[in-house]
């Protein structure tokens, strides 16, 4: 059975950081396509980050240049980092994978996906 299980969300001051940690069972990391999510209230899920097995991620305009998406191939985890968080970063983030050997930018094309971990910016 495929598991994902995200952790590391909570409740940070504007400019802070949090590290979003998704851990995979019964899927090994390595070989797929993994993205991060997020759904702030009354809008839609939206992409973040987004990386092939292989290779550079990419990341939405609107987090580009303060998110880090990197993988632990040991621990079978995914990680984002987000500095200088924004209230306008508030959201329950998803991380989500397939087997799939491209860069995967919507979710229709993701198979597994986490139960979401709420972040919320606000002083």
């Known amino acids: 059975q495929v598991q994902l299980v995200e952790s590391g969300g909570g409740l940070v001051q504007p400019g802070g950081s949090l590290r979003l940690s998704c851990a995979a069972s019964g899927v090994a990391l390595t070989h797929y396509a993994i993205g991060w999510f997020r759904q702030a209230p009354g809008k839609q899920r939206e992409g973040v980050s987004y990386a092939a097995p292989i290779g550079d991620a990419y990341y939405a305009a609107s987090v580009e240049g303060r998110f880090t998406m990197f993988r632990d191939k040991v621990k079978n985890t995914v990680y984002l980092q987000m500095n200088s968080l924004k209230p306008e970063d508030t959201a329950v983030h998803y991380c989500?994978?397939?087997?799939?050997?491209?860069?995967?930018?919507?979710?229709?094309?993701?198979?597994?996906w986490g139960q979401g971990t709420q972040v919320t910016v606000s002083s």
């Open positions: 989500t994978a397939v087997f799939k050997g491209g860069l995967m930018a919507r979710e229709q094309e993701y198979e597994y």
